[in-house]
């Protein structure tokens, strides 16, 4: 069972906008600033998309943006490609006793 | 360009041990942590823990802790992890991935290729 919470699947049409979410507590997700999310093609190793709640690393389509609320984080996909098909993960800083600690992953479905 | 770049796939019987290498280039190796995450087949995303390649201090996630042992060598750039006492459920991609600039080293920005360590015997 890992730390933080994330649907196991969302789907999407071309074009739509999706959102994942990923559920921690006041110990990781909820406490700071330090929530990042990957996308990871099956086969490959995954990727950086969002660091920092927020903020995008050079070279990631401005389709990808993150967010928070208490102790939930969002990864939001505007303009859904086929491209886009992956697994994504949400990891956090945690003050508990894992350190880094890793959302189940959500499979994104283009429909 | 910026890259880390594991070594081979391994086999190894129950109870051996083995000992996966991660070669950092392009970059200066001792500015950055590495993380090591493993990925059971299936299965998430896992973080072992993390060294700081300065230093060589180490944080271990708590499952890990005592069976694992994470090392580098800073005259080449590399990174190793060795995990003992194998059993098949340790059987996995092994990644290792660079400590992002910000974020107090959180996020992971360069991945390895991931090393394939099956358990087996």
């Known amino acids: 069972q890992s730390a933080l919470t994330q649907p196991a699947s969302v789907s999407g049409s071309p074009g739509q906008s999706i959102t994942i979410s990923c559920t921690g507590s006041s110990s990781d997700v909820g406490g700071y600033n330090f929530v990042s999310w990957y996308q990871q093609v099956p086969g490959q190793a995954p990727k950086l998309m969002i660091y920092?709640?927020?903020y995008r690393p050079s070279g990631v389509s401005n389709r990808f943006s993150g967010s928070k609320s208490g102790n939930t984080a969002s990864l939001t996909i505007s303009g859904l490609q086929a491209e886009d098909e992956a697994d994504y993960y949400c990891s956090s800083y945690s003050s508990g006793t894992a350190f880094v600690v890793f959302g189940g992953g959500t499979k994104l479905t283009v429909l | 360009q910026v890259q880390l770049v594991q070594s081979g796939a391994e086999v190894k019987k129950p109870g051996a041990s083995v000992k996966v290498s991660c070669k950092a280039s392009e970059y200066t190796f001792t500015d950055h942590y590495i993380h090591w995450v493993r990925q059971a087949p299936g299965q998430g995303l896992e973080w072992m823990g993390w060294i700081n390649p300065n230093s060589g201090g180490t944080k271990y996630a708590v499952n890990f802790e005592g069976w694992v042992t994470m090392t580098r060598d800073t005259s080449i750039n590399t990174a190793y992890v060795e995990v003992t006492r194998l059993r098949s459920d340790d059987t996995a991609v092994y990644y290792c991935a660079r400590g992002g600039d910000s974020g107090a080293g959180i996020s992971m920005d360069i991945w390895g290729q991931g090393t394939t360590v099956i358990v087996s015997s």
């Open positions: 920092d709640v927020t």
